[in-house]
Each structure stands twice: as C-alpha cells, then as structure tokens.
C-alpha cells in the first residue's frame, strides 16, 4: 500500500484510481500507486514509468483525460511551479509540456517494506523519447500550489491556489484538448492555455487555496466549496458553468451547510449532491 501522506492528489480513471505524489515525513515523493475497484488492490507503478518523470512534489493538481494523466504545478525546490506534465496510462511514459526544460532531480520510491523512501538514480529511468521542450502553447498559469483542477470532458479547468508570496489567486484557466487526429503525432498540436479569467461573467468567487473543486457529469458545471481566502476560512458555494465561451460564476444559497474549512474531502454525487468532510 502507499506510505502515509499528506498534500496528495488523487483521480478517478474508469475502473482505477491512481494517486501521485505528495509530502511524507522524510519529504516529497514522486511515486504513482494504482488502485483496482474489481480486486480491491493497490499495485505501485513507480518503478515502470518512464519518459520524463515529474520530479517529487506535494500540493499539486491532478486530472485524467483521454487514458492520459495531466499533473500540473505544486510544490517542490523551496517554490511554487507551474510545470506541466502528461502520463500516457498505457505505457507509462511521462511526456513534459512545459513552459521551461524540465530539472533534474532524483526520483523517490516508497516500494521498499519499511515504507520509507529511496532516491533512486536518475539512469534507473529508460531515455525520454521526447524532446525536453515545452509541448502545449499559451501563457501558462504562474506558479501555485493548492489549486483546483479538474476535467470538463476534454477540458482541463485550473482555478485559484496561492503563490510564493502566499497570497490566494482567483484566476481562471483553460486548456481545450483534442483526441488525437490521423496526420497529428501528438494530442497537443495546436493546443494552448486560454486565461479565462476576465472572459468569466461576475460575481467571481473570492480568491481562495485548498479548496473542494468539482466537474458535474452531466452538465458543462464545475462547483467550488470553502477554502483558504485572503481573510481565512470560507464555507461559500460557487457554480461555474462553461456552456458557453463566457464562463458564468454563479454563488449558489444554502441552507445549514457546513462551517468554513480548508483542505477538506469534497465530492459530487449524481450531479445533485454535494459530500463535505
């Protein structure tokens, strides 16, 4: 089973879960665990990625689309980043998408029994088989942590989280992907970021980190609940719906919800129910 962590991200892939990354107490890990619904069973993957590997992290954000992984900034060297990274499930290769050459730095395991970590050579890992230079186009989002970032389909919505300078962000962001054509050797080509935040029809949220961001399933929606803001804990709701190239921000009334908090669970259910804990 993975080792005991903190600032993880997790994400639903059909009939799998997979969790990346994350603090432990010795520091940062890098490892990706798979967790099967059928057999009830982890299976650690670390050892077989290859291609260029994230380096360890925590505070990240994670989202799968398309049988791929898409893992964006987080936390790690002593700063905030906004690196972008992409995990084809099938082979296990990581493909770097920028905005800068990746850095060199050692990969973690948590495979060994005692469930401490290892830095493993950075030679274990087989040759990149892609160029180190950034593959998706667009300003990139500046460098966070505590995000929210979800999968509209086969859009990728990046909102919120806080930057070195610890101020909470409220900005909005998008990234249109596409399946990959028959003259195209990579789903990028001709893909960009979209800063969305001024498209965005107001009321927008307050800027907040650590946050319970959500994508309906049914609807072109994504739900943002509580958070860490400029002024401390919130218990607010907000409806984003993206059914039109103006995204509209909608605070949603409730009724005896619960108190402020930040880093909680929060999950959609049905496209009717929310679950805070």
Known sequence: NPQARSYTSMVANGSKFFLFAGFSGPGKLNDLHKFDY?????TELTSYMNGNVPAARDSHGLVAIDGRLYVFGGYYAEA????????DLASLNWTFLGPAPPPSVARTSTSNATNTSAVIPRSFFRTPTVNITAAVGGVFPAARRGMGMVALGRQLVLYGGVGDN???LGD??????RAV???QTSPWTGVSWVNATSLARVPAPPARAWFGM???QTSPSIYVFGGLGDGGCLSDLYQLNMSS??????????SGGPPPRFGAGVVLSGDAFIFVF
Request: glycine letters at 2%; proline letters at 11%; aromatic letters at 10%.
């Open 38 to 42: 059928d057999r009830l069973a982890w």
């Open 80 to 87: 905030c980043q906004n690196d972008l990274y992409s995990l």
């Open 181 to 183: 054509a028959s003259n």
């Open 172 to 177: 909005l962001y998008t990234l249109p992907l």
């Open 245 to 254: 190239t103006r995204p509209a921000w909608r605070k949603i009334p409730q």
């Open 166 to 168: 610890g101020k909470p």
């Open 214 to 216: 959500m994508a309906a």
